[in-house]
């Protein structure tokens, strides 16, 4: 069984940052999602399992950064300039079979339990 603990997340103002990690019990390609009230759940960010290929979604491309560490099987999702629509539940996503980066989340087997991210503005 795969287990993925989030953390990180919180409060921040319009312009601010955060970082949220994700501890995986191997190293699988990695993903970020959301989903925000009313919304359906939207692709964020996505890396390999390598961390050599990466994919971000247009709203987020130039402010956030996929990064992993691979000795601690830890995938990280920097989050620059944050804006009041980037408010929702993040969560990420392991792929177990296939070890390229998806922006689809039916390719996802494992998933996180969530983390609220608020930017006020």
């Known amino acids: 069984q795969v287990q993925l603990v989030e953390s990180g997340g919180g409060l921040v103002q319009t312009g601010g940052s955060l970082r949220v990690s994700c501890a995986a019990s191997?190293?699988?390609?990695m993903g970020w999602f959301r989903q925000a009230p009313g919304m359906e759940r939207e692709f964020v960010a996505g890396?390999?399992?390598?961390?050599?290929?990466?994919e971000y979604a247009d709203s987020v491309k130039g402010r956030f950064t996929i990064s992993r560490d691979g000795a601690k099987n830890t995938v990280y999702l920097q989050m620059n300039s944050l804006k009041p629509e980037d408010t929702a539940v993040y969560y990420c996503a392991a792929r177990s079979l296939y070890p390229s980066v998806s922006s689809q989340s039916r390719d996802y087997d494992y998933w996180g339990q969530g983390t609220q991210i608020t930017v006020s503005s």
């Open positions: 890396i390999s399992g390598g961390g050599g290929f990466t």
């Open positions: 191997k190293r699988y390609a």
